[in-house]
Nanobody, 125 residues
Framework: QVQLVESGGGLVQAGDSLRLSCAAS????????MGWFRQAPGKEREFVAA????????SYANSVKGRLSISRDNAKNTVYLEMNSLKPEDTAVYYC??????????????????WGQGTQVTVAS
């Protein structure tokens, strides 16, 4: 079992930066692929970024490429989402998720079987 807790969200201005963290409990964290998703009011949850078990492979949604960066520290059981040049359209609740297939960079929600509670990111124009 893996339990996930996100942190680092907040209210920022357009163009600012923010770093989200997702702390995981459980000894199997390093075997999981991890993903970040987001959900804006009235919209479906959408893929943002994913990273494989070792951190050697990453995948990003087109809308965030070049601005957001996913990374992980398996020694600390933590995955990060570095967010730069934030835009108002990045406003959403951000969720981290764990996929037991550690080599798969899934872009849909169904492969992920553990989810955090989410952290709010609000970008003011």
């Amino acid at each position: 079992q893996v339990q996930l807790v996100e942190s680092g969200g907040g209210l920022v201005q357009a163009g600012d930066s923010l770093r989200l963290s997702c702390a995981a409990s459980g000894r199997t964290f390093s075997s999981y692929a991890m993903g970040w998703f987001r959900q804006a009011p009235g919209k479906e949850r959408e893929f943002v970024a994913a990273i494989n078990w070792s951190g050697g492979s990453r995948s990003y949604a087109n809308s965030v490429k070049g601005r957001l960066s996913i990374s992980r520290d398996n020694a600390k059981n933590t995955v990060y989402l570095e967010m730069n040049s934030l835009k108002p359209e990045d406003t959403a609740v951000y969720y981290c998720a764990a996929n037991p297939k550690g080599t798969v960079l899934a872009v849909t929600t169904s492969p992920y079987d553990h989810w955090g509670q989410g952290t709010q990111v609000t970008v003011a124009s």
